[in-house]
């Protein structure tokens, strides 16, 4: 193992700052909020070409690279150090290219380019996941260059997008129906997208919801006339809410797991047709999200959430009021309130499995790098993973961001950190040899 270590040695950090500098340099056109933001992941796939290509199988060396693409522009990079048993793999998998939104104007620094602050670099993407992408492009570097032997191949995906993926058609779900993941299967699978420098045990999962409430509207004068469609959504909501946390309450697993948050039911968007103040809305739209630990089952969400609302309609007369003219059914007029929920596609959360292999070398490769082992769990998402896990592959989760930076303003890393998450990375590889 020791043989292997020293091989790898420590992260060049001068090439890897350099590196970052082109990948945030892109960031400003990898930035993904369809359908104004549109990311262009093949800017991060050349600079990461422009790095291996010289060590590619078809330049003499000893990398096998392959540059995938499902949409123009929108690339994925497979990138494979072969091993000598072509039953042994190591992945690290989950690197994506596209980024956050970012408004420069509620920055202290310019988020599209990488500024250096001692042992900070700051910029978009730094933590989520250009840094992840610029570390595993050295690793592969240092291992074309060294030509360690090795028994386990090592394989590194980077990914077109992380969210959305397989709405989109463009990265790891579609990679994984064209069987780029299959060989994967034979070894650990460390997902690289999370951040503190500890592995991450549990994550959440996401069930997208959006609920449409009709009444009736009519001018703010005559309230009796009406059906508020704001009031009844408001009730509606707070209905629905306090069902779920009945039926879904904190499960005892996710204090082995140590999830900072259990599962949750909200809303996050409220959307009208507009209009004066004088016009009671007949109309109105709530969208939100549950975030789901992954000991319970997504599809028994969706089928809840759908009986909730079937009875508040069949009830909607039991909904608590606002006021003496307050109501949500007219019977004079044969009107009565309504809603209606819809689902866009949900993921489901993942709980590493604790006994594996890929855990047990992470925890140690930890241990031995950064001098402890806190393994934490949010109810934050990572696409496919579950799937994964579900037809029999190793799936671990780690990442060198800073948890407090993710997806906010002034975003940054750390130097420190990034070059741990190298040193963990070649102790992974060292243990598996062994």
């Not at 978009?124 to 992840?132: F, I, K, N, P, V």
């Not at 997208?193 to 609920?211: M, R």
């Not at 009406?226 to 005892?252: C, S, V, W």
Request: net charge negative; charged share 25%; glycine share 8%.
């Amino acid at each position: 193992m020791a043989d292997v270590k020293q091989i790898l040695g420590d992260l060049n950090k001068d090439s890897f700052v350099t590196l970052l500098k082109k990948l945030i340099g892109e960031a400003k056109y990898v930035q993904n909020n369809p359908p104004d933001l549109i990311p262009e992941e093949d800017r991060i796939v050349n600079h990461v070409l422009e790095i291996l290509n010289p060590y590619s199988t078809k330049n003499g060396g000893a990398l096998i690279i392959n540059h995938v693409s499902y949409t123009p522009n929108r690339g994925n990079l497979i990138v494979e150090y072969p091993g000598t048993d072509p039953k042994k793999v190591v992945s690290f998998v989950g690197m994506h290219m596209d980024v956050v939104p970012a408004n420069p104007d509620q920055w202290e620094f310019d988020p599209f380019s990488l500024s250096v602050d001692g042992d900070k670099l700051r910029g978009r993407g730094t933590t989520d996941c250009l840094g992840h992408v610029a570390l595993v492009t050295e690793l592969m570097k240092k291992l074309a260059e060294t030509k360690p032997k090795l028994k386990s191949s090592v394989i590194a995906i980077f990914i077109a997008s992380e969210e959305n993926a397989s709405i989109q058609g463009i990265g790891v779900d579609a990679l994984d129906k064209d069987g780029w993941f299959d060989k994967l299967k034979e070894g650990p699978l460390f997902w690289i997208d999370t951040a503190d420098k500890q592995p991450c045990i549990g994550t959440g999962g996401v069930i997208p919801w959006e609920l449409v409430v009709t009444g009736k509207g009519f001018h703010s004068g005559l309230p009796n006339k009406a059906i508020n469609a704001l009031e009844l959504g408001m009730e509606a909501l707070k209905e629905i809410q306090t069902r779920f946390y009945r039926d879904f309450p904190p499960h005892p697993k996710e204090v082995i797991y140590k999830f900072e948050a259990p599962s949750t039911m909200k809303p996050t968007q409220w959307f009208y047709p507009g209009g004066g103040n004088n016009q009671i809305p007949g109309e109105c739209t709530i969208a939100g999200d549950v975030r789901l630990t992954p000991f319970y089952n997504v599809s028994d969400v969706i089928k809840k959430l759908q009986e909730y609302v079937d009875d508040l309609n069949a009830n909607i007369e039991k909904l608590d009021t606002r006021g003496p003219v307050s109501k949500y059914v007219l019977p004079d007029e044969n009107i009565r309130g309504s809603m209606s929920i819809s689902f866009e596609e949900p993921y489901s959360g993942v709980a590493c499995d604790l006994d594996s292999l890929g855990y047990k070398v992470l925890a140690k490769a930890t241990e031995e790098v950064v001098g402890y082992v806190e393994p934490y769990s949010i109810t934050g998402s990572l696409p496919l993973i579950r799937d994964l896990q579900d037809r029999g592959y190793d799936v671990q989760t780690t990442g060198y961001g800073i948890m407090d930076t993710y997806h906010a303003d002034n975003e940054y890393c750390l130097l420190v950190d990034m070059s741990q998450g190298y040193q963990v990375f070649a102790s992974i590889i060292a243990q598996l040899e062994d």
